[in-house]
C-alpha cells in the first residue's frame, strides 16, 4: 500500500530562518507528490507539485520541494519564512485504485513562526 | 473566478439530526470529493464521484450519504449513525484521473455537535 509520512507534527521556527519539512513516501512505482498547506479554518491549497522531469520543484511563496527518488522523500523547504507562513502543510501522494488516482495525505506539519 | 463554494461555514448538529453540507463547483470537474480532517490524522476520504450519477465510498463512510445528480453538486449528509460527527469537512474536485495532478479544495465547513 502507498502511504505519507510526515516526520514532525510540528515545528517550530524563528522568523527569517530557514525551514525543512520532512515527508517520505512508500511506494515501488510512478509517484506524483503534492504540497498544500491550510491555513486556519480554510481549505488546501496547492504549494507545488512533482509529476515529472527536475526533482527540484519552485512553488508559491517562495517554498520549493526535492524529489529523491532513492530515499523515497519529498521534502519541503524554504531559505527564509516570514510570520505568514504559519500554517498547517501536508504532503500528498497520488495512488491508484480501483476507481482510477487518488491523494493519500500525510498526516500534517504545524510550521509555527516565532517573531 | 472559478471555485468551490462550501456552505455553510459553520454548521451545528443536535444528537439524532441528519445535517447537509452543500459543495458547488463552477471548475467543471467531474470529479469530487469529501474529506473529513481531525487534528493529527490528516484527511480522510468519505466518498468520491468521478462522474454525475455514480460515486464510491472511500475509507471512512459509515454514518454519511452522498448523491450526485448535478455535475456542479455533490452535498454530504451526515446521518445519525456517525457517532461522532464533529470535524472539520472539506469538499474537493478534479479533473478526471486527478490524483495525478491535483484537486482544488473549498475553504471547509466546521460540523459541531451541541
Keep these: 500500500a502507498q ?8 515545528v517550530p521556527v ?20 503534492f504540497w498544500y498547506v491550510q491555513y486556519p479554518n480554510q481549505g488546501l491549497q496547492l504549494l507545488l507539485k512533482y509529476l515529472s522531469g527536475s526533482t527540484l ?5 517562495g ?4 524529489f529523491n527518488k532513492s530515499q523515497t522523500s519529498f521534502h519541503l523547504r524554504k531559505p527564509s519564512v516570514h510570520i505568514s507562513d504559519t500554517a498547517e502543510y501536508f504532503c500528498a501522494v497520488s495512488v491508484r485504485w480501483e476507481y482510477g488516482n487518488k491523494l493519500v495525505f500525510g498526516a500534517g506539519t504545524i510550521l509555527r513562526v516565532k517573531s | ?14 444528537e439524532g ?6 459543495c458547488e463547483q463552477n471548475l467543471n470537474h467531474d470529479a469530487m470529493y469529501w474529506y473529513r480532517q481531525d487534528p493529527g490524522q490528516g484527511l480522510r476520504l468519505i466518498y468520491y464521484s468521478q462522474i454525475v450519477n455514480d460515486f464510491q465510498k472511500g475509507d471512512i463512510a459509515e454514518g454519511y450519504s452522498v448523491s450526485r445528480e448535478k455535475k456542479e453538486s455533490f452535498p454530504l449528509t451526515v446521518t445519525s449513525a456517525q457517532k461522532n460527527p464533529t470535524a472539520f469537512y472539506l469538499c ?7 490524483g495525478n ?10 460540523l459541531t455537535v451541541v
Excluded at chain 1, 15 to 22: I, N, T
Excluded at chain 1, 57 to 61: A, D, L
Excluded at chain 2, 1 to 14: A, C, E, M, V
Excluded at chain 2, 17 to 22: D, G
Design chain 1, 57 to 61: 520543484v519552485k512553488g508559491i511563496n
Design chain 2, 17 to 22: 439530526q441528519n445535517v447537509t453540507l452543500s
Design chain 2, 101 to 110: 495532478y491535483g484537486y482544488t479544495f473549498g475553504s471547509g465547513t466546521r
Design chain 1, 63 to 66: 517554498f520549493e520541494a526535492e
Design chain 1, 3 to 10: 502511504s505519507v509520512t510526515q516526520l514532525d507534527s510540528q
Design chain 1, 14 to 33: 524563528f522568523e527569517e530562518a530557514p525551514v525543512e519539512l520532512r515527508c517520505n513516501y512508500s511506494s515501488s512505482v510512478s509517484v506524483y507528490l
Design chain 2, 1 to 14: 473566478d472559478g471555485g468551490i463554494t462550501q456552505s455553510p461555514k459553520y454548521l451545528f448538529r443536535k
Design chain 2, 92 to 98: 474537493a474536485s478534479s479533473i478526471p484521473q486527478g
